[in-house]
Structures are given as C-alpha cells and as structure tokens.
C-alpha cells in the first residue's frame, strides 16, 4: 500500500508499519513533528484497521464518582474538595444504585479519597451493584485509590484486589498514569505514587485475571520525549503481561488549575496526533480510545479515522472533567453515539467491558477470525460491498445466533448450532494432519489426566468440544474444565491449558511457562480418526439475499487465487506481530486447506455423530 506523503521523511516509518516492525521514541518524535497530519492519520488508521477492521467500540455506561472529597491535593486537579467544603459531597450506596438501569452495561467508578471512608463501604457498593444487577460489569478504582485501600486499611495490593474481584469487580480504568515522569510528578502531583507504584499495581491485577485500562494525561507541562516514554513503558509492561485493554490519551482541560490559562485547551492538531501517535507506537495494544469528554465529539469523531477504535460510552455524568471546564455534554445518547461513528465511516459496535461484542449496529458486516490461520480468505475483501468485523469464534457465533451478522467464518459448533439460519458456503479452514495452532499444553500426559482442572479458552467452542471427545473417547478419561479469564494471560493453576489461533501459535513456538508438555489436537484427532479435522467453515445468513451473497463467494475466490503460493508475503506483518519468522507462517499457512471437499465434510459429519454422543449441545 502506498501513500502520497508530503513528507517524505516518513517514508521509512510507513515502511517499519508495514512490516510489523516496532517503532522507536525517534519514529516517535517524527511523527509528531511532521506536518503532514492527513499521512500521518492515514498510517494509524491502516494500524488500526488491522486489528479491528472497520469496527469501532462503545459501551452503554455509567460514570460514578461517588465522592469528590480527596485526602491529596494534585495541582492539575480541579474536582476534589476538603471535607467541609460547601462544594462536597459523599454518595450512599443507595444513591449511587439509583443512577443505574437495567440497559447499562458497564459502571465506571473514581473518585476522591476521604480520610474516614471504612473498606467496607467500597466493598458495600461493588457488591450492591454487581447483586442487583448481575449483567452489568463493575470497572471501578484507579492504581492510586487501590494504593490508597493497600496503605490505609495495611492490606497487600494483592488482598485489596481479591476482595473488590470477590464483591464483583471485572475490571479497573487507567487513571492516575498521568505522565511517568519523575520531573512532572514532583511538580504536579508529588503525594501520588509515581510509574513504579503504578505499574505495581496493574501487573498484580493482570496476574489475577483483572484486565485494566491505562491513560495518558498529556497537554500541561510534560514534553513530547516524556509522552513518548510514557508509552513505551506501556508497551513493554503489555508485553510482560498482555492485560490492558485499552490506552486513553486524556487531553488536560486548564480549569482554574493554573497550570495554563482557563481556556487554553489542548488543539486539535495535538489531539490527533497523540492518538496517532500512540495507535503507532503501542502495536501491542488491543484499542485506543477516543474520550469524547475531554476530546469533544467533533475530534472525537475524526480520531475514529486517526487510529481510534473506541468512543467510550453513554457515560452518564461525568464531573471531574467538567469541574475542570470541558465542553462536551455530560452524556451522549446512544443513537449520537452510533451517528458519530457511521459518519465516520465505521461500524458501531455494542460492546461489554472485556470488549466483546454485544450488537452490532450495521447491516452488510462480515465476521472475520482475527488469527493469522484465516489471513487468505480476506486478502481482496476491501473490494467488496460490505464491512469487517474482527472477532473472536466464540463471540462470533453468538452474534450469529441473533442475526446479527451477514456472512462469516463460523467455527464448526456454531456453524451446527445456527445451521437453521445459515446457507454453507464452499470453503472452510481444515487441517491435513497438525494444525500447530490448537493446542494443550500439560503436564501430565493424557491417561493422567484424569480428575484434573484443564483451563479453557475463552474463544471457541469447537475445541472444546474436539478435546472433549479426545479426553472421553480416545484416551477414556474426563477433566474438569475452567475458562480461562478473558483478556488476561495469566495460565497459572491449571493442570493443563487449551488454547487456540494466535495465542496457541506463539506459545507453540515459543513455549507456554509452567508447562512442559504440548499437544496438538487436529494431530491426535488424526491419528486417531485419519481424517482433517475442519476447524471453522464459512457461511452466509438465508436472510443476506442473493446479491449478497455472490459478491462474497466472488470475494473469497479472489482472495484465495491471489493469496496462493504467497502465503510468505501475506502473513509477513501478521507473522511479525507474533515473533514469527515469514518461512514459519508459510509452512504454517501450507498446512491448511481451504475449500471444503468431500473428505472434509465426511470428517464434519464424524465428528459431529461423535459431539452428539459424548456431549450433546453442551456449551461451557
Ligand atoms: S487527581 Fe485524584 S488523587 Fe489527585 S486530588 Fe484529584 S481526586 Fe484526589
């Protein structure tokens, strides 16, 4: 893909894009500095697309800040009080339940620290919530106020964790990052823990399956080089832990801080470019986030085409940045929300709080497997008259089951599962013998097995189902099975972990820590039924109409007559991403077949009269 850059000095930047390759704080400063913003704009949007397509994310949320009475006294803070002040206030429980409604699918909850708070009452209003209503999900307490339980109630970070996970919490947002620097911290918020403290704390949730948020409060006194270095902090801790979900870059808004005049917002130009900017740089992060509340929704809305992929939410009421002078609305109705994003020229998309999809709101969407293993159906699919919605197989069936997509790569249970809705269409991802992507890796051999807890992915059905039948028909032994945390790479305490795509990949080539042996379960299945085993097969929704149709079969035929014999050249950035070598995503991508023959839908129809038998329409 070329450009036509005013600035060539970028040329060398798009090139590392290209080829997957990480970017450095010089690639960085370049960026920023360049005045070519529509090259610049461009090039994230490619990144972003690569990961989530056309899709861009939002979620029906409330804003809690139960109390803006805060035992610190942060220089750039314009919403905490002391107590006695005219302007404070401490919500109750009750209070805080009563701004929830049954729709609302996520409670964002900070606020300032009071001095004579007891640990029960947080505990108290995670668990109200997460009782009264069960589907909505709790994502509440920055870094600093898990700091602050940790010092004031003489509990370890990791105790204080456990105990909000116990009451309900799913997630925590990323505030309190504001810039890793050392030389701001001590001029702007000295009593806060500083990267270190911070950091501490995000890993401890990670390694306890608690996915978090992380942000970036840029535009008062920090350079571009602290900036920069703030995210490639980020990066490396994602890759140590995988557990953010997002990254936020929060513009400053002035207020009466006196940091910087009262309007002197952060420009427009300087928006963009720190999402750009940052959707380039942190290439290991799921999502960037486009924060209506400090953006506005105008830039807010062409972040979207900046490398953005999330517009956070509803959001309710929001004060903190609005005792600071921001000048967006205090909440956005649903149906802004989904305008925004359409005149974009994206799709919106519902999402829950780990980011799965819940509604979809586009006709003409196209599910895709987001793994490297599906990479030749979707080669030419920009041609075509409709629109890519990355997901997982798991969360793809589900979607399916409402009706919600046009056409997909369905894993083989959903496929049987929605059959009645859907039309086969002629291709599929099959194996010859391995498949080196779906993958147990143990500790114990198969017969010992026996009794023992195997952690599952979160992602498919059909491998579960797959090791299922081996666990009972094959090898005569059964397992309990657990899902493993959504979003979160922590496999500890398990006998045994199944995972499937890209993760089962990279941790085949590269080892999974605390496990020695692996097994690849299209090869066991092999060996046993001497069959491939199909994977995921496409089909089209009976509802999708015939012009539908045959523009995807003619989109999928090209694709595939164009990706063959050049799997090293297509996988080569995907490939990157994992820490492949291209020669290994060739002879990965070989291994595959892709049309759906005879032998194939005899091995469909076997393991099919098996699932039924060992486990009829059994989800867990
Ligand atoms: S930024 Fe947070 S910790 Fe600092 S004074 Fe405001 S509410 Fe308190």
Same mark, same amino acid.
């Given at each position: 893909?070329?450009?036509?850059?005013?600035?060539?000095?970028?040329?060398?930047?798009?090139?590392?894009?290209?080829?997957?390759?990480?970017?450095?704080?010089?690639?960085?400063?370049? *960026?920023?500095?360049?005045?070519?913003?529509?090259? =610049?704009?461009?090039?994230?949007?490619?990144?972003?697309?690569?990961?989530?397509?056309?899709?861009?994310?939002?979620?029906?949320?409330?804003?809690?800040?139960?109390?803006?009475?805060?035992?610190?006294?942060?220089?750039?803070?314009?919403?905490?009080?002391?107590?006695?002040?005219?302007?404070?206030?401490?919500?109750?429980?009750?209070?805080?339940?009563?701004?929830?409604?049954?729709?609302?699918?996520?409670?964002?909850?900070?606020?300032?620290?009071?001095?004579?708070?007891?640990?029960?009452?947080y505990l108290d209003i995670v668990r109200t919530i997460h009782s009264?209503?069960?589907?909505?999900?709790v994502?509440a307490?920055?870094?600093?106020?898990?700091?602050?339980?940790?010092?004031?109630?003489?509990?370890?970070?990791?105790?204080?964790?456990r105990q909000l996970k116990d009451a309900g919490l799913?997630?925590?947002?990323?505030?309190?990052?504001?810039?890793?620097?050392?030389?701001?911290?001590?001029? =702007?918020?000295?009593?806060?823990?500083?990267?270190?403290?911070?950091?501490?704390?995000?890993?401890?949730?990670?390694?306890?399956?608690?996915?978090?948020?992380?942000?970036?409060?840029?535009?008062?006194?920090?350079?571009?080089?602290?900036?920069?270095?703030?995210?490639?902090?980020?990066?490396?801790?994602?890759?140590?832990?995988?557990?953010?979900?997002?990254?936020?870059?929060?513009?400053?808004?002035?207020?009466?801080?006196?940091?910087?005049?009262?309007?002197?917002?952060?420009?427009?130009?300087?928006?963009?470019?720190?999402?750009?900017?940052?959707?380039?740089?942190?290439?290991?992060? %799921?999502?960037?986030?486009?924060?209506?509340?400090?953006?506005?929704?105008?830039?807010?809305?062409?972040?979207?085409?900046?490398?953005?992929?999330?517009?956070?939410?509803?959001?309710?009421?929001?004060?903190?940045?609005?005792?600071?002078?921001?000048?967006? %609305?205090?909440?956005?109705?649903?149906?802004?929300?989904?305008?925004?994003?359409?005149?974009?020229?994206?799709?919106?998309?519902?999402?829950?709080?780990?980011?799965? %999809?819940?509604?979809?709101?586009?006709?003409?969407?196209?599910?895709?497997?987001?793994?490297?293993?599906?990479?030749?159906?979707?080669?030419?699919?920009?041609?075509?008259?409709?629109?890519?919605?990355?997901?997982?197989?798991?969360?793809?069936?589900?979607?399916?089951?409402?009706?919600?997509?046009?056409?997909? =790569?369905?894993? *083989?249970?959903?496929?049987?599962?929605?059959?009645?809705? =859907?039309?086969?269409?002629?291709?599929?991802?099959?194996?010859?013998?391995?498949?080196?992507?779906?993958?147990?890796?143990?500790?114990?051999?198969?017969?010992?097995?026996?009794?023992?807890?195997?952690?599952?992915?979160?992602?498919?059905?059909?491998?579960?189902?797959?090791?299922?039948?081996?666990?009972?028909?094959?090898?005569?032994?059964?397992?309990?099975?657990?899902?493993?945390?959504?979003?979160?790479?922590?496999?500890?305490?398990?006998?045994?972990?199944?995972?499937?795509?890209?993760?089962?990949?990279?941790?085949?080539?590269?080892?999974?820590?605390?496990?020695?042996?692996?097994?690849?379960?299209?090869?066991?299945?092999?060996?046993?039924?001497?069959?491939?085993?199909?994977?995921?097969?496409?089909?089209?929704?009976?509802?999708?109409?015939?012009?539908?149709?045959?523009? *995807?079969?003619?989109?999928?035929?090209?694709?595939?007559?164009?990706?063959?014999?050049?799997?090293?050249?297509?996988?080569?950035?995907?490939?990157?991403?994992?820490?492949?070598?291209?020669?290994?995503?060739?002879?990965?991508?070989?291994?595959?077949?892709?049309?759906?023959?005879?032998?194939?839908?005899?091995?469909?129809?076997?393991?099919?009269?098996?699932?039924?038998?060992?486990?009829?329409?059994?989800?867990?």
């Open positions: 893909m070329t450009f036509n850059f005013r600035d060539t000095s970028l040329v060398p930047i798009w090139e590392k894009i290209q080829k997957g390759e990480r970017l450095s704080m010089a690639d960085g400063l370049a *960026l920023y500095a360049t005045p070519d913003l529509i090259s =610049l704009g461009k090039m994230a949007n490619f990144a972003q697309q690569q990961k989530s397509g056309d899709a861009v994310y939002f979620v029906l949320n409330q804003k809690i800040e139960h109390t803006n009475i805060c035992v610190l006294s942060c220089k750039f803070c314009d919403f905490a009080v002391k107590k006695g002040d005219a302007s404070a206030y401490e919500m109750t429980t009750d209070e805080i339940v009563s701004k929830l409604t049954p729709e609302i699918t996520e409670v964002h909850i900070t606020g300032g620290m009071p001095a004579d708070w007891p640990w029960e009452r009264r209503y069960p589907a909505t999900d994502k307490f920055t870094a600093i106020e898990i700091d602050f339980f940790h010092k004031k109630f003489r509990m370890p970070v990791e105790e204080v964790l799913k997630t925590m947002p990323g505030g309190g990052a504001e810039v890793f620097s050392e030389r701001v911290r001590r001029r =702007l918020f000295n009593q806060k823990i500083g990267a270190k403290g911070w950091f501490g704390v995000h890993k401890a949730a990670h390694r306890m399956g608690i996915p978090t948020n992380s942000t970036l409060l840029y535009g008062h006194i920090e350079t571009l080089e602290e900036r920069l270095d703030h995210m490639v902090q980020l990066r490396e801790a994602q890759d140590e832990t995988g557990g953010f979900l997002t990254f936020i870059p929060l513009a400053f808004q002035p207020g009466d801080t006196g940091i910087k005049p009262r309007n002197q917002f952060t420009s427009a130009i300087d928006d963009l470019k720190t999402i750009a900017v940052s959707r380039l740089m942190l290439d290991n992060f %799921p999502h960037i986030k486009a924060y209506w509340v400090m953006l506005t929704e105008e830039v807010a809305s062409v972040a979207l085409n900046f490398g953005a992929d999330d517009m956070d939410g509803t959001v309710g009421e929001e004060r903190i940045a609005h005792d600071a002078g921001a000048i967006s %609305p205090m909440k956005l109705a649903k149906d802004q929300i989904i305008r925004i994003i359409k005149d974009a020229g994206k799709i919106p998309v519902e999402r829950d709080v780990y980011y799965n %999809p819940l509604k979809v709101h586009s006709d003409r969407v196209i599910g895709k497997i987001p793994y490297l293993n599906s990479l030749p159906f979707y080669h030419d699919f920009e041609k075509g008259p409709f629109r890519i919605l990355p997901i997982v197989p798991r969360r793809m069936g589900i979607l399916a089951a409402d009706n919600q997509l046009a056409a997909g =790569l369905y894993s *083989l249970m959903d496929y049987y599962r929605n059959e009645a809705s =859907l039309d086969l269409l002629d291709w599929c991802i099959a194996t010859r013998d391995q498949v080196k992507s779906v993958m147990l890796f143990s500790n114990h051999g198969w017969a010992d097995l026996d009794g023992r807890i195997i952690g599952v992915t979160d992602e498919t059905a059909t491998s579960i189902q797959l090791l299922r039948l081996l666990l009972a028909n094959k090898y005569h032994v059964k397992a309990e099975f657990r899902r493993l945390h959504a979003g979160v790479n922590d496999y500890t305490g398990y006998d045994a972990v199944l995972l499937i795509g890209d993760q089962a990949l990279y941790h085949n080539r590269h080892g999974l820590e605390g496990y020695e042996i692996v097994y690849d379960l299209a090869a066991e299945w092999y060996e046993w039924k001497k069959m491939p085993f199909v994977f995921a097969v496409w089909a089209v929704a009976k509802n999708a109409g015939p012009e539908m149709r045959s523009a *995807l079969e003619a989109a999928i035929r090209e694709s595939l007559a164009n990706t063959e014999g050049r799997y090293r050249a297509i996988g080569e950035l995907h490939g990157r991403t994992l820490r492949l070598h291209p020669e290994y995503v060739e002879e990965y991508l070989e291994g595959f077949n892709y049309t759906l023959g005879d032998r194939e839908k005899e091995a469909m129809r076997e393991f099919r009269k098996l699932a039924a038998e060992v486990n009829p329409g059994v989800v867990i």
